[in-house]
Each structure stands twice: as C-alpha cells, then as structure tokens.
C-alpha cells in the first residue's frame, strides 16, 4: 500500500470549527486509492523538518491562538516558504491562512506580525461575515461551504474562485481564498473538504505527483459527497 504524510499544525490551538474534520476526508478519500494516510500532530516545531511531509494543514483559531500559533510557526517560516515554493500542497482555513500574510490589523488598529510567507494582509472589523457561501472555480467547480470571519483579507493572487453566494475574503471583490502553486487558504468552515471532494482529491493528486506515486482510480463514488454540496446549494437558492 503506498503511503503520504500529512503535517497537522497546531491541532491543540487550531479547531476552532471543527476543521479537523478535513482530516478525516482525506483520509477516507486517500482510503479510497488504497493510500494510508499518516497523520503526524505538530504542537511544536523546534527541529521540525518536512522531510517525512506530503501534505500540511493549518487550521483557524481565534486571535489569542492565532496569535500564539504564528509565533511557534515562525521558527520554521523559512522552512515552510521552501517547501510552498517548490510545489507541497497544503491546506490553511482562516487564522491559518491568515498569518501566511504580512499582518493581521485587529479592529482598534493594532498590527499583528504575520509569517510573510506571502505579500497580503488581513484588516480585522467588528461585524462579521456570516454565513453559507457558494462558489464558481474554473479548477474545482462549484465550492460550498460556510464562513465566519471578521477578517477582511486583500490580495491579489489566484484564488479558489468567484463567489456568487457570501463574501469571500472581503466584503468588496466577491473573491475567495488563495490559490498559489498548490497552496490553498480559504474561509471555509464546516469543514470544507468534506463537502468538496475535488479540493480533497487536488491536494491528494498533487502529493501522489510529487512523490511519484499513483493516485488511481481519479474517479470514484461521490454520491454523498455531492448530496451534501447539493443541500447548501438549494439552501442559498432559497434566500
């Protein structure tokens, strides 16, 4: 059985919505190509190397564990830019994809240091965006999903697509998330990869190319997957 590796960073910090459920789709969705899907929990990243490492996942926290997260993330920021830069893909939600950026602006005005791994930043604001969001990507088709985020995030790389239901990363360029090599940051809770398994499948695809493994059937069974997806969409058809 061929086997990958997923870094799950700060577990103990970054759940705040349950994201650890994207865990758990890819595991089952690597199941499915009779892959074993090793999951190593990194709370710590003294000595932390991405040697044994095909996939990482960041999750979101709230700002006192963002906050933390990024401090302990900084120890390996040099590290984790290589390994974005030469193709690895990884996951971030939220705070984690937040702090990627150069900083985060809280809502009174004060700037919080972010990884800088790449050239954005976040303005936090007191109302919040809320709610089922949908989304068209000319890579993943449509993306469901559900959001909660003060943070207004302002870039201008790729992203996961348009939102034509919700936010997004602001309330201004109806654009989600960032798509950069095969690094994906996104708002998506609840959690987002169960409910979208062509996210789940590209982030499997691309490790199994970059260890040079296969990644086969490409189509499988995606009954329940695509019901769950179907019911956001008539939910925000409705409003």
């Known amino acids: 059985m061929n086997e990958l590796t997923v870094y799950h960073f700060m577990p103990d910090k970054l759940n705040l919505y349950s994201d650890i459920g994207n865990i758990i789709a890819l ?12 999951v190593v929990d990194i ?6 190397t991405f040697d044994q490492c095909d996939i990482f996942f960041i999750g979101g926290g709230s700002d006192r564990e963002q906050a933390l997260a990024t401090k302990e993330l900084s ?7 290589a390994v974005i830069e030469d193709g690895m893909p990884g996951l971030t939600v939220c705070g984690g994809y937040q702090f990627l950026g150069s900083k985060y602006i809280t809502p009174d005005g004060t700037e919080l240091e972010g990884l800088d ?3 954005f930043y976040t303005e936090s604001q007191k109302d919040r965006l809320t709610g089922d969001i949908v989304i068209e990507s000319e890579t993943f088709g449509t993306i469901v999903g ?3 985020h003060g943070g207004r995030t302002y870039h201008s790389y790729g992203t996961l697509g348009q939102v034509t239901y919700g936010y997004g990363n602001n309330d201004d360029d109806a654009k989600e998330g960032i798509h950069y090599k095969n690094l994906l940051g996104t708002y998506l809770h609840g959690p987002i990869l169960p ?6 499948d590209y ?4 490790a199994c190319e970059r260890k040079g493994i296969a990644f086969e059937p490409k189509k499988v069974n995606n009954a329940e997957e695509e019901a ?10 409705q409003k």
């Open 27 to 38: 595991k089952q969705r690597a199941m499915l190509r009779n892959i074993k899907l090793n």
């Open 43 to 48: 709370n710590e990243t003294e000595g932390v």
């Open 75 to 81: 120890k390996i920021r040099t590290t984790l830019k």
């Open 117 to 119: 791994i790449l050239d």
């Open 146 to 148: 559900f959001e909660n």
């Open 195 to 200: 409910k979208n398994h062509e996210v789940t």
């Open 203 to 206: 982030l499997l695809e691309k």
């Open 228 to 237: 769950a997806k179907q019911v956001i969409v008539d939910r925000v058809a």
